[in-house]
């Protein structure tokens, strides 16, 4: 079991729908969490973080974390085309002061 | 502050050759991580140093890679011999106590 995991997609939503993107993760103690997106030939830059159960909005974008079930998702609303990219969710295990990322989802918003 | 700053940001090379990637972080950042990306694989932790000591380089392969943080504002990531299999972008991202990572815009390393 990979200790963070995602679905490549390609996830295809229609422009002004919410994208809604999973992550699930094995570390039961892992404390913090990060969404990052990352355009094609370019690096990473973060979205969204959140460190406490429950929902954390921010504009368009809403981070939501379950730790007993050990998922953090991401919604987005009113899709753009210009949101078209890859997700990396990242987790930092517990002891650590390192970042995991998953392998990423592909977000396609069809105009 | 400009960022974290990575050179080259493209490398061709031929195998059995040596390959420095080199990395200045941002100024005050006290944590400095080596990432690897490829298709297959995605982000892959090779190497991370808080305050320039190594504190976990599980992922680097010490057969031919070797990572180092002379000061706190320049680190070398040194493939020897570099091989196909390790074609790929290499990602420096720092950050401060628990933060945020920022990322490097990468180097593209390309064996043939």
């Known amino acids: 079991q990979k200790e963070v995991e995602q679905n490549s997609g390609p996830l295809s939503v229609p422009e002004g729908a919410i994208a809604s993107l999973n992550c699930t993760y094995s570390d039961r103690g892992s404390q913090s969490f990060f969404w990052y997106r990352q355009y094609s030939g370019k690096s990473p830059e973060l979205i969204m973080f959140i460190y406490s159960n429950g929902d954390k909005e921010d504009g368009r974008f809403t981070a939501q974390l379950n730790k007993a079930s050990q998922y953090v998702s991401l919604l987005i609303r009113d899709s753009q085309p210009s949101d078209s990219a890859t997700y990396l969710c990242?987790?930092?295990?517990?002891?650590?002061?390192?970042?995991?990322f998953g392998t990423g989802t592909r977000l396609k918003v069809l105009a | 502050d400009a960022g974290v700053i990575q050179s080259p940001r493209h490398e061709v090379t031929e195998m059995g050759q040596e390959v420095t990637l080199r990395c200045k972080p941002i100024?005050?950042?006290?944590?400095l991580f080596w990432y690897r990306q490829t298709m297959m694989q995605g982000l892959e932790l090779l190497v991370y140093f808080n305050n320039k000591a190594v504190m976990d380089d599980s992922g680097m392969p010490k057969d031919r890679f070797s990572a180092k943080m002379p000061n706190a504002s320049f680190s070398t990531l040194k493939i020897q011999p570099s091989e196909p299999r390790d074609s790929a972008v290499y990602f420096c991202a720092s950050r401060w106590a628990n933060t945020e990572a920022f990322f490097g815009q990468g180097t593209r390393l390309t064996v043939v």
């Open positions: 990242a987790v930092n295990p517990s002891g650590t002061y390192k970042y995991i």
């Open positions: 100024s005050g950042h006290d944590y």
